[in-house]
């Protein structure tokens, strides 16, 4: 499975982004996936997480902000990103939200960058 983040970009504090991520294979209907973000010096974290019926999870920092969906039809997931802090700024990527034994290559991720 390959993935394709897209959507980035500079935003100013309280702006909006909507990211996306093209999954290639078969097996994209089955799986969870997730969005994680790593920002400069530190670890990758897991921002958001979608099952493959649609039950959704979310990190702290981002609840009640963001939001993930999927379209299975597209093997497509989306985050949507309302009310930017400067601290969401990031590379974010999409992958499995399970541990590193089912992840998948991570791709390029796409920057988001919040200024203030």
């Known amino acids: 499975v390959q993935l394709q983040a897209s959507g980035g970009g500079l935003v100013q504090a309280g702006g909006s982004l909507r990211l996306s991520c093209a999954a290639s294979?078969?097996?994209?209907?089955?799986?969870?996936m997730g969005w994680y973000r790593q920002a400069p010096g530190k670890r990758r974290e897991l921002v958001a997480a979608?099952?493959?019926?649609?039950?959704?999870n979310y990190a702290d920092s981002v609840k009640g902000r963001f939001t993930i969906s999927r379209d299975n039809a597209k093997n497509t997931v989306y985050l949507q990103m309302n009310s930017l802090k400067p601290e969401d700024t990031a590379v974010y990527y999409c992958?499995?939200?399970?541990?590193?034994?089912?992840?998948?290559?991570w791709g390029q991720g796409t920057q988001v960058t919040v200024s203030s």
């Open positions: 992958n499995d939200p399970r541990g590193p034994a089912y992840r998948f290559d």
């Open positions: 294979g078969s097996i994209f209907s089955i799986n969870g």
């Open positions: 979608i099952t493959s019926g649609g039950i959704t």
